[in-house]
């Protein structure tokens, strides 16, 4: 499957901003997605992820009540709500995707995408 992340930009604190992945190339609907972002000089980092069908979604304690991961299947889209916009924020924000896992390590997933960078100001 083929990933493209989009709606990266520049931000003051506080703000909001919409990502979006689009997939394509296998069955959208089969795959459990993941978020993560990785701040220059840092690793990837675990941000969000939900499974197949959308019911079920996991959040990295520092963005648990200002991030949110949704997906519509009929568009092949994972989307991330990204509110209350801090500094710390800043990083190139990368979508994931896999037939069986769903979770944290990013080492478990098989598709990637390419970045799309976030950068908040204080």
């Known amino acids: 499957v083929q990933l493209q992340a989009s709606g990266g930009g520049l931000v003051q604190a506080g703000g909001s901003l919409r990502l979006s992945c689009a997939a394509s190339?296998?069955?959208?609907?089969?795959?459990?997605m993941g978020w993560f972002r990785q701040a220059p000089g840092k690793e990837r980092e675990f941000v969000a992820a939900i499974n197949w069908s959308g019911v079920m979604t996991y959040y990295a304690d520092s963005v648990k009540g200002r991030f949110t991961i949704s997906r519509d299947n009929a568009k092949n889209t994972v989307y991330l709500q990204m509110t209350g916009l801090k500094p710390e924020d800043t990083a190139a924000y990368f979508c994931?995707?896999?037939?069986?896992?769903?979770?944290?390590?990013?080492?478990?997933?098989?598709?990637w995408g390419q970045g799309t960078l976030v950068t908040v100001s204080s």
């Open positions: 190339g296998r069955t959208f609907s089969n795959y459990n």
């Open positions: 994931a995707a896999d037939r069986m896992y769903i979770g944290g390590n990013d080492s478990r997933y098989y598709y």
